[in-house]
Structure formats: structure tokens, C-alpha cells
Nanobody, 121 residues
């Protein structure tokens, strides 16, 4: 069984910073892309950033320059450094990973349970 566990969310003032972490655990053979998505109240879940196993990154256009995604392959972990936070960044942030499980021997998409980020004005 594979699990993704996020941490690092919380309440921050406008202009502040937060660092989200997500660790994959369980019967893992390999991990391809990892990423972060977010869902604000009343809105659909959308891309924040992704990172390949080799370190190539993609970002939502509106977040470039403020958010930075990184990963530690040895720890099966992905991180999201969020700077200059704005009230519109308030959302539940979800970790996502494309994981080859030892038990299924196939790549599947996994999601974390989400972590709340609230930016006060």
C-alpha cells in the first residue's frame, strides 16, 4: 500500500512564506513525476507545480517566481516553497505522485489527503 503524507500547511499573513512537504511511503519501487495541486473553496483543483524524477519542473503561470518545487528522491519526498503569499493562495494543497508499486507492478496516480494553507490579509 502506498501513502502520501503532506505537512507544513497553516495560517500565514500576506507576504509570508510556508514550506510544504510530502513524503511517499509504502511498497514503492519507483516514483516518476511528483507535484502539487490546490483547490480553493468553490473552485476546481488546479496545478501548482510538478517535478520529474530528473528534476525538470513546470509551474502554473501565475505562480512562477513565488513558488518553488523540489524533491529528494532518496527520501521519496517533494517540497513546495511558497513565498510572498497572497490571500488568493488560500486553498487546500494536495500532493500527487506517479508511483510504481512493488505490489501492483504498475504505475498509478496517488494523492495525499491535503493540507490547508490560509493567507490572511
Amino acid at each position: 500500500q502506498v501513502q502520501l503524507l503532506e505537512s507544513g500547511g497553516g495560517l500565514v499573513q500576506t507576504g509570508g512564506s510556508l514550506r510544504l512537504s510530502c513524503a511517499a511511503s509504502g511498497s514503492i519501487f519507483s516514483i516518476n513525476a511528483m507535484g502539487w495541486y490546490r483547490q480553493a473553496p468553490g473552485k476546481q483543483r488546479g496545478l501548482v507545480a510538478t517535478i520529474t524524477k530528473g528534476g525538470s519542473t513546470t509551474y502554473a503561470d501565475s505562480l512562477k517566481g513565488r513558488f518553488t518545487i523540489s524533491r529528494d528522491n532518496a527520501k521519496n519526498s517533494v517540497y513546495l516553497q511558497m513565498n510572498s503569499l497572497k490571500p488568493e493562495d488560500t486553498a487546500v494543497y494536495y500532493c500527487n505522485a506517479d508511483i510504481l508499486s512493488r505490489s501492483t507492478l504498475s504505475y498509478n496516480d496517488y494523492w495525499g489527503q491535503g493540507t490547508q494553507v490560509t493567507v490572511s490579509s
